[in-house]
């Protein structure tokens, strides 16, 4: 018994309690970490083609996020990146990797799907879905720019000619000044 309780006791009030710690959302190196584990889980696994090309492109989709996680602030799409890479991949390739492989490619399971076939759908549905959130992440910055265009436009008048070549007419802004280098 801690002093703390002792006194409280004595005093009639009740102890107070000690927070329970909160663990601390994964940095970018747990996330980039992460996604080694899932890929080396990948290539010691002799998992066949169609699973290795499915999480080769969420890993890179990931990958591709994880900096610009801060522009998602605490969102829900910033815990599906993070979750993605600390918990759902590699959760679904360890389960399929503890199965027999050739079990788990012949047997159905559920609904007449193989474990292979689950796997697949898993990492299909996590593909797109991280699809999603690159794409949102991207959006801000297009929008930013776009935002930026438009305030230089109304400041200062209208845009490029879209790598045209801009000729004036005679006497126009590209003809040199009269005396100067002209015939």
């Known amino acids: 018994m801690a002093l703390g309780d002792f006194l409280a006791r004595l005093t009639g009030r009740k102890a107070e309690r000690e927070p329970v710690p909160v663990p601390r959302p994964p940095t970018t190196d747990d996330l980039l970490a992460s996604l080694m584990r899932v890929e080396q ?6 998992v066949p083609a169609v699973v290795a090309s499915r999480v080769a492109r969420v ?13 998602l602030g605490g969102s829900a799409q910033a815990y599906s990146v993070m979750a993605t890479a600390t918990d759902y991949l ?51 910055d297009a929008a930013a720019l776009i935002a930026h265009g438009r305030f230089l436009q109304e400041k200062f008048g209208t845009g490029s000619t879209g790598g045209g070549l801009a000729l004036g007419p005679a006497g126009g802004p590209l003809d040199p000044p009269p005396g100067r280098g002209g015939a």
């Open 41 to 46: 889980m990948v290539a010691e696994g002799a």
């Open 59 to 71: 890993v890179r989709v990931v990958r591709e996020t994880i900096p610009r996680l801060g522009n």
């Open 90 to 140: 590699p959760e679904a390739i360890g389960g399929y990797l503890r199965l027999p492989r050739h079990w788990a490619d012949t047997r159905p399971v559920d609904r007449g799907k193989t474990s292979l076939m689950i796997l697949i759908d898993q990492l299909d549905l996590l593909g797109a879905t991280m699809d999603k959130v690159f794409d949102a992440v991207n959006r801000a």
